[in-house]
């Protein structure tokens, strides 16, 4: 399903939620389930560039996802790593500008720099992806009010806090998706998500595909978005 121009619908954001239950139902451990869920986003940004869509913001590790067993924490970064790797070795084919939002501090700096350089030449793409990871909506506006207070701004206006949050060259998602049937935001986009349509699917995250996502984007057009108006 093509993106309308209009322009009603540019930037979609989904909480990948669901693969630990995927893999659980299966009788295999969680870490499966991450790796099933790793091969479903491939897809799911592959076919957002086919259809035109500007951006996408995919919600992959939260600030609270530490709190998990290490061996659990561990397969996931071995996942990004291995998708890091996957990206510098297929720059050109790759379908999207890689952009990380969240604090990376955590990674060494190695991995960083790997990261800077893909985000560098992949900027032009028309298609961004932010990956939150180590991502978390309370600390990104905590962030942000820290940028400010450091350049000494103290009548803070709501387009100072959007100029410094990690999402503002592309705006606010249209659409938030969760997979997985819990409905809740989990700390996601809290600031950008003031008048987001919000999308719950029951579908597991590794289950997801491209007929879901033109579910959601169908029922996403059906929807008349008053912004507080009448
Ligand atoms: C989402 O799936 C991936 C991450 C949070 C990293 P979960 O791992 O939360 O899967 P469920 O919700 O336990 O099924
Ligand atoms: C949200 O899912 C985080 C990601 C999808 C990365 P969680 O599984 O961590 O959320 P809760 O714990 O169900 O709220
Ligand atoms: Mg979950």
């Not at 897809?43 to 998990?68: H, M, P, Q």
């Not at 007929?211 to 008349?224: G, Q």
Request: neutral net charge; proline residues 3%.
């Amino acid at each position: 399903m093509r993106i309308l121009s209009d322009g009603r619908l540019s930037h979609i954001a989904i909480i990948m939620d669901g693969n630990g239950r995927w893999a659980n139902k299966r009788g295999l451990p969680r870490e499966v389930g991450h790796k099933y869920g790793a091969g479903a986003f491939r897809k799911i940004v592959e076919y957002c560039g086919d259809i035109g869509l500007r951006a996408l913001t995919v919600y992959a590790f939260s600030t609270e996802n530490w709190k998990r067993p290490e061996k659990e924490v561990n397969s996931i970064l071995a996942l990004l790593r291995q998708y890091v790797d996957e990206c510098e070795k297929n720059l050109n084919k790759y379908p999207a500008y890689f952009h990380f939002i969240g604090d990376l501090s955590v990674f060494d700096e190695t991995l960083r720099a790997r990261i800077e350089r893909i985000e560098e030449k992949t900027k032009d793409r028309p298609l961004t992806l932010n990956i939150a990871f180590n991502y978390g909506g309370r600390s990104e506006i905590a962030r942000a009010f820290s940028r400010l207070a450091e350049r000494g701004v103290r009548e803070i206006t709501q387009e100072d806090i959007s100029a410094e949050l990690y999402t503002a060259p592309c705006g606010d998602p249209d659409l938030i998706i969760r997979t997985g049937g819990d409905m809740r935001i989990s700390n996601f986009l809290l600031w950008q998500a003031a008048y987001a349509e919000l999308y719950f699917t029951d579908v597991l995250w590794p289950d997801f595909d491209e007929k879901e996502l033109d579910k959601a984007i169908e029922d996403f057009y059906s929807r008349k978005r008053r912004f507080g108006g009448v």
